[in-house]
T-cell receptor, first 115, second 108 residues
């Protein structure tokens, strides 16, 4: 099956710094990727839709200047959490849909801890 | 707004017992509904989708438009079914909206 890989799997950063999370589709191309955020024992909340070659589409209430998304190629989307604060600590998950498919494949997630 | 509701946070059953994980949706159009499963320390993966009308690992789910439900059922639970189950609906191009999730715990 299709594989989506996130890097890093976990990261600890200091308040005020920025951290970049990568999402790669390893064996397929994806024009669209999605970024979710999951708080402990809660569901996945869609943050934004990452579109290859164009600007990301953010869900209501998600700060686009805070969560920068870049979809530079058909196999890579990055999420940069800028000027991170402890409240940004969370589990971030990406998903990708193959170009001619309908099933979404999920990355393993990235646990961000801001201290 | 499109919403997916899973009323139970935890469902605890014994091995061999029937299982029903509840999911209700609110959507004005024709919904596309899915069940995703997340086993311990693994990534989220698709279990089944309503349009396929398939049975995966003994699980089935029927879309009931009258009750706006898409409950997940299995006649005889196994210990390996213990996991987190998410009901989801698709909005727009492949945007998935997830319910809160139900943890299924199957005891020996």
């Amino acid at each position: 099956g299709a594989v989506v890989s996130q890097h890093p799997s976990w990261v600890i950063c200091k308040s005020g710094t920025s951290v970049k999370i990568e999402c790669r589709s390893l064996d397929f191309q994806a024009t669209t990727m999605f970024w979710y955020r999951q708080f402990p024992k809660q569901s996945l909340m869609l943050m934004a839709t990452s579109n290859e070659g164009s600007k990301a589409t953010y869900e209501q209430g998600v700060e686009k200047d805070k969560f920068l998304i870049n979809h530079a190629s058909l196999t890579l989307s990055t999420l940069t959490v800028t000027s991170a604060h402890p409240e940004d600590s969370s589990f971030y998950i990406c998903s990708a849909v193959p170009e001619k498919g309908t099933e979404a494949f999920f990355g393993q997630g990235t646990r961000l801890t801001v201290v | 707004a499109q919403r997916v509701t899973q009323p139970e946070k935890l469902l605890s059953v014994f091995k061999g017992a029937p299982v029903e994980l509840k999911c209700n949706y609110s959507y004005s159009g024709s919904p596309e509904l899915f069940w995703y499963v997340q086993y311990s320390r693994q990534r989220l993966q698709l279990l089944l989708r309503h349009i396929s009308r398939e049975s995966i690992k003994g699980f089935t789910a029927d879309l009931n438009k009258g009750e706006t439900s898409f409950h997940l059922k299995k006649p005889f639970a196994q210990e390996e079914d213990s996991a987190m189950y998410y009901c989801a609906s698709r909005r727009g191009y492949n945007k998935l909206i997830f319910g809160a999730g139900t943890r299924l715990a199957v005891h020996p």
